[in-house]
């Protein structure tokens, strides 16, 4: 039986999860988590604070903190929401913007860089597969939450 830990450890690994900063744009050096919260902030256009954290499993008062470093460095703004004032919205700065353009521009020249060792089918089969795992794990009942 394949070892599926062992798999994804390397995995992990080579995609740098495992690395304390992931990122630097400019004079922003970001971790992982920051980086993946600016990604939210810009794909989802002034999200509420309490959505972007739950989308990426993060308890509040560890993303406040992410949020106030954020801050910061320039990168993101938070306003109190006009109707519900316990409630707040978060925008990318001009710097935050450039710096998760940046950093998505670098992961898809990464990824195609990977990709170039592939013929068009085996692209084909790993964004097939990775889309089937993402989709299986939802569904999990323990996703997200290892068992040790």
């Known amino acids: 039986m394949e ?29 992982l988590i920051q980086s993946h919260i600016l990604f939210e902030i810009d ?5 509420l604070m309490n959505q972007v954290a739950e989308r990426l499993g993060i308890d509040m008062s560890t993303f406040s903190r992410q949020i ?30 450039y710096v998760a353009t940046a950093i998505s521009t670098d992961m898809n020249q990464y990824l195609e860089e990977v990709f170039s060792h592939m013929s068009e089918f085996e692209k084909e089969v790993v964004i097939k597969s990775v889309k089937l795992l993402n989709e299986s794990m939802a569904k999990s009942t323990v996703c997200c939450k290892p068992m040790y």
């Open 3 to 31: 070892n599926y830990r062992s798999i994804f450890q390397t995995l992990n690994r080579r995609f740098g999860l495992l690395n304390k900063n992931c990122c630097q744009v400019g004079g922003a050096e970001l971790s």
């Open 43 to 47: 794909h989802d256009k002034q999200p």
């Open 68 to 97: 106030q470093t954020l801050i910061k460095m320039g990168l993101v703004t938070k306003s109190q929401h006009s109707e519900d004032k316990r409630a707040f919205i978060l925008s990318l700065t001009t710097e935050g913007k």
